[in-house]
C-alpha cells in the first residue's frame, strides 16, 4: 500500500535552532499534502496546506513565518520550525493525498520535536 | 473549535465486547472518516462514509451516518487488545480531503 515516510520520527533542539521535517510520499505523487500539529493526548489541529509549486495556505492563527513550508516535489513537502521555542514541542504528522483518482490520503508516522 | 466532538473521551472494555464511539459535527460534509492511532504514531484510515451513505461494513467495522442529526457512530465488535488505541472522526466538508478531527476516543481493549 502507499506509504508516506516523515523524517526525522523524534528531535531535540536547543531554543532558538531551527528545525525541519521531511514529508515523502513514497510510491505516488502528491500535488497536496497536509501539516497537523497534535498535542498530548488532544486531537490533530490543520496548521497548513502544502500545495505543489505554490505557496501554502495556512491556518488561521498559525504562523507563517515561524512554520515554514516549502513543497517543492510532488514527492516532498517540508516543514521548517524556526526559532524553535519550547512551546513548539509537539508531534507534527503530514498527510499526502495521492493524485491518482481514488485521491486518497495517507499519513505520516509523525515527528516528535522537543525544544529544550 | 472543533468541527468534531467525539464520546465518550475515554473506554475501557474486555476483549470480546463491543465497542461503540460517537462523534458530531457542526456543519455540512462531503464525508466522515474514522482513523486510528496507536500511542504515539501515525493515523491509520479505517472507514470513509459519504453523506449519502447511511451504513457501512469493514470487517469488524461498523459505521453509521445521520446528517440530520450531525453524528456517525463507529462500533467495533468483537473487540481484541489490539484494537486498543485512539480513534478519531474526521470531517471533510468541502471535497480535497482537508480533514477536519475530532477530539477522539481512547479505547483500552482489557484481556
Known amino acids: 500500500g502507499a506509504v508516506v515516510s516523515q523524517h526525522p520520527s523524534r528531535v531535540i533542539c536547543k531554543s532558538g535552532t531551527s528545525v525541519k521535517i521531511e514529508c515523502r510520499s513514497l510510491?505516488?505523487?502528491?500535488?497536496?499534502m497536509f501539516w497537523y500539529r497534535q498535542f498530548p493526548k488532544q486531537s490533530l489541529m490543520l496548521m497548513a496546506t502544502?500545495?505543489?509549486?505554490?505557496?501554502?495556505?495556512?491556518e488561521q492563527g498559525v504562523e507563517k513565518d515561524k512554520f515554514l513550508i516549502n513543497h517543492a516535489s510532488l514527492t516532498l513537502s517540508t516543514l521548517t520550525v524556526t526559532s524553535a521555542h519550547p512551546e513548539d514541542s509537539s508531534f507534527y504528522i503530514c498527510?499526502?493525498?495521492?493524485?491518482?483518482?481514488?485521491?486518497?490520503?495517507?499519513f505520516g508516522e509523525g515527528s516528535r520535536l522537543t525544544v529544550l | 473549535s472543533q468541527q468534531g466532538e467525539e464520546d465518550p473521551q475515554a473506554l475501557s472494555i474486555q476483549e470480546g465486547e463491543n465497542a461503540t464511539m460517537n462523534c458530531s459535527y457542526k456543519?455540512?460534509?462531503?464525508?466522515l472518516q474514522w482513523y486510528r492511532q496507536n500511542s504515539g504514531r501515525g493515523l491509520v484510515h479505517l472507514i470513509l462514509i459519504r453523506s449519502n451513505e447511511r451504513e457501512k461494513h469493514s470487517g469488524r467495522l461498523r459505521v453509521t451516518l445521520d446528517t440530520s442529526k450531525k453524528s456517525s457512530s463507529l462500533l467495533i465488535t468483537a473487540s481484541r487488545a489490539a484494537d486498543t488505541a485512539s480513534y478519531f472522526c474526521a470531517t471533510d466538508t468541502g471535497g480535497g480531503n482537508k480533514l477536519t478531527f475530532g477530539t477522539g476516543t481512547q479505547l483500552k481493549v482489557e484481556l
Open positions: 456543519t455540512s460534509i462531503n464525508n
Open positions: 498527510s499526502a493525498r495521492d493524485n491518482g483518482n481514488t485521491g486518497e490520503l495517507f
Open positions: 502544502s500545495n505543489e509549486g505554490s505557496k501554502a495556505t495556512y
Open positions: 510510491d505516488f505523487q502528491a500535488t497536496t
